[in-house]
């Protein structure tokens, strides 16, 4: 398949109706798919406070890019998801990847307090509550906006510092 080929069948994979039959927005190019790998995690540390159990499962959580997701996914359009991304308006992926890079560092922040207190500690489950309900949900609800093409002006979640805090993610993650 010369260049030309291979080019036209990515435009045929990225027509709306077929993004849109796979659970992709055809207008962000995003899937909400991808929110899972947050919303998981979040059902778990919410349940820490009263199931220290629990906390180990928190704790084998680790960030993914979107495309990481994705490939490892059983999503069934796992490849067209991956496409449909690297398409996507590059404005609207840098500003969904810093939410996301948001999220990875609030969520590596609430994993620091659940390896390294009791979270049935009454205060710490306080402050795990609070990074839950003012901080992970959210970055969840502002990354599920911009995937479903809510007009985003300014990021509630965003901060010019992440980079900083990225640095201490991968630190964390490596």
Known sequence: ?????????????????????????????????????????????????????????VLAWAPASYEDYFRASHFRERDLAVAAYRAADPAI??????????????????????????????????????ILDGRLKPGIAAASGIVNGAPVLHSPVHDPSESEAQAAVDELFP
Do not use: K, W
């Open 1 to 57: 398949m010369g260049r030309a080929d291979h080019e036209a069948a990515i435009a045929d994979r990225l027509r709306p109706d077929v993004l849109a039959a796979a659970n992709i927005n055809p207008v962000t190019r995003l899937a909400t798919d991808y929110l899972n790998h947050f919303n998981n995690v979040v059902m778990l540390l919410e349940l820490v406070p009263d199931m220290p159990d629990m906390a180990e499962e």
């Open 93 to 130: 992926r840098d500003e969904f990847d810093a939410v996301v890079t948001h999220l990875d560092c609030t969520m590596a922040e609430a994993m620091q307090l659940v390896e390294q207190h009791d979270p049935s500690d009454p205060a710490i489950a306080h402050r795990i509550r609070d």
